[in-house]
Nanobody
Framework: QDGVVESGGGSVQTGGSLTLSCVAS????????RNWFRQFPGKERKFVAG???????RYDDSVKGRFTISQDNAKRTMYLQMTDLKPEDTAMYYC????????????WGQGTQVTVSS
């Protein structure tokens, strides 16, 4: 496997749950500075959740209490557990490794689509 690969997207109804996974190859893996972003149609990508270089976990206010970020370093994998999903969570979700949440630098995956229907 090369690069950063997301999976786990799909279609759910309002109130449903999904867990996204992000697997990084050896050359795109960093212990921290790993983030999830999402992009709404016609909009720029926006930060969702991340793990900073010092291990601090942060979330966008729109997902606090509903989304949980975690990682399994042995598997070079990061997760985004999403609960109580809403139609406004519908977006393409991207994983970024080896870069701070406030920059575009790092290694990006191709994205996984999440669709929430009402």
């Amino acid at each position: 496997q090369d690069g950063v690969v997301e999976s786990g997207g799909g279609s759910v109804q309002t109130g449903g749950s999904l867990t996204l996974s992000c697997v990084a190859s050896e050359d795109t893996y960093c212990t921290n500075d790993r983030n999830w972003f999402r992009q709404f149609p016609g909009k720029e990508r926006k930060f969702v959740a991340g793990i900073d270089s010092d291990g601090t976990i942060r979330y966008d206010d729109s997902v606090k209490g509903r989304f949980t970020i975690s990682q399994d370093n042995a598997k070079r994998t990061m997760y985004l557990q999403m609960t109580d999903l809403k139609p406004e969570d519908t977006a393409m979700y991207y994983c970024k490794t080896c870069g701070s949440w406030y920059t575009d630098s790092g290694y990006w995956g191709q994205g996984t689509q999440v669709t929430v229907s009402s």
